[in-house]
């Protein structure tokens, strides 16, 4: 399996802009997540999804962000307006989540860097 | 809400000295626990984690960490380490029979001196 795959590695984009980032995890997982890290804040939830449907979002920074996982294999992260104080590194993570089971790790992509100027 | 403590930004260490990396957490209910690694420019990946048992978990890369209940600990151990440890570290905590939501610590930032 190739991981968790995120897409752009690298974002450059101006204030205003709409920046949209992209996810496809792990086949078979059924639970995403979307990270931010910053040097101040560490590495932030945003959002949580379990079977598609989001369970979390109370990380979510403001209406700005949204974030949608139409299938199985797919979610976006998007910013709309983007601002300045929105540069960090977004990290998707998937998990294969199974009630009342064992815990099991979750797995990360390489992340997106969005420098917003 | 379950959250983590780790109280050392940055640890230095001089190679082939051990070293410990603290994580302190708080939940009402029990708790999966979870050391991830980072290497510059890259993703998490999972150092080892404590689901029940044992309380001296051994993970990869001569890592191991052990569970302490009483005092909500979960404090990394390296009996030796490497100039290849200089990473960052991160403590997880995840709540039991409950979701896999996975809530980080803000990280210890290793540094190996020759």
């Known amino acids: 399996d190739a991981g968790v795959i995120q897409s752009p590695r690298h974002e450059v984009t101006e204030m205003g802009q709409e920046v949209t980032l992209r996810c496809k995890p792990i086949s078979g997982h059924n639970s995403l997540f979307w990270y931010r890290q910053t040097m101040m804040r560490g590495l932030e939830l945003l959002i949580y999804f379990n079977n598609n449907v989001p369970i979390d979002d109370s990380g979510m920074p403001e209406d700005r962000f949204s974030a949608k996982m139409p299938n199985a294999s797919f979610s976006t992260l998007k910013i709309q307006p983007s601002e300045p104080r929105d540069s960090a590194v977004y990290f998707c993570?998937?998990?294969?989540?199974?009630?009342?089971?064992?815990?099991?790790?979750?797995?990360f992509g390489q992340g997106t860097r969005l420098t917003v100027v | 809400a379950q959250s983590v403590t780790q109280l050392d930004s940055q640890v230095p260490v001089f190679e082939e000295a051990p070293v410990e990396l603290r994580c302190n957490y708080s939940s009402s209910v029990s708790v999966y626990l979870f050391w991830y690694v980072q290497y510059p420019n890259q993703g998490l990946q999972l150092l080892l984690k404590y689901l029940s048992g044992s309380t001296l978990v051994k993970g990869i890369n001569g890592f191991e960490a052990e569970f302490n209940k009483s005092q909500t600990s979960f404090h990394l151990r390296k009996p030796s380490v490497h100039i290849s440890d200089t990473a960052e570290y991160f403590c997880?905590?995840?709540?039991?029979?409950?979701?896999?939501?996975?809530?980080f610590g803000k990280g210890t930032r290793l540094h190996i001196l020759p």
């Open positions: 993570a998937s998990s294969a989540f199974r009630a009342r089971a064992v815990a099991t790790e979750a797995f």
């Open positions: 997880a905590v995840s709540r039991m029979n409950r979701d896999d939501k996975i809530i």
